[in-house]
């Protein structure tokens, strides 16, 4: 177990139902869309290269230390990496909507703090990835 460095400790504890302290990074690609299924397992290809997406955040009994990152024994990427599409003719107003409620949402502090969405249908032959961290 490694513990939470002082600022990340820092975001956890000023995020609250108001104020979201995740990061997110929306990138779209011209062409088709991969299949989800090749998308979920390219992403579980690449997933144990970064062993933090692995790991939870443990609270401290009595708080009297920052929290600390640990492996999480029920890791599913399926949690982690989901599929969604926007209907046929929607625009890029309707993907800002979109991820407004994706970040609307805060993460479950009892999962590693992340998900990565596929996006489709944005038009012109256009999908998306939307990365919440």
Request: charged content about 30%; overall charge negative; cysteine-free.
């Amino acid at each position: 177990m490694e513990r939470l460095t002082a600022e990340d400790a820092a975001f956890l504890r000023i995020e609250d139902q108001i104020s979201a302290m995740h990061s997110v990074t929306v990138a779209i690609f011209d062409g088709p869309a991969p299949s989800f299924d090749d998308f979920q397992n390219r992403m579980g290809e690449r997933v144990s290269l970064v062993p933090r997406f692995r790991q939870r955040v443990l609270d401290v009994p009595g708080g009297l230390e920052r929290p600390v990152w640990a492996d999480d024994p029920q890791f599913s990427l399926d949690y982690h990496v989901r599929h969604t599409g926007l209907p046929r003719g929607e625009t890029m107003a309707h993907l800002e909507k979109l991820t407004e409620r994706i970040l609307s949402q805060r993460l479950d502090r009892g999962k590693p703090l992340w998900e990565l969405w596929m996006i489709n249908s944005l038009g012109d032959g256009r999908w998306a990835v939307l990365s919440k961290a």
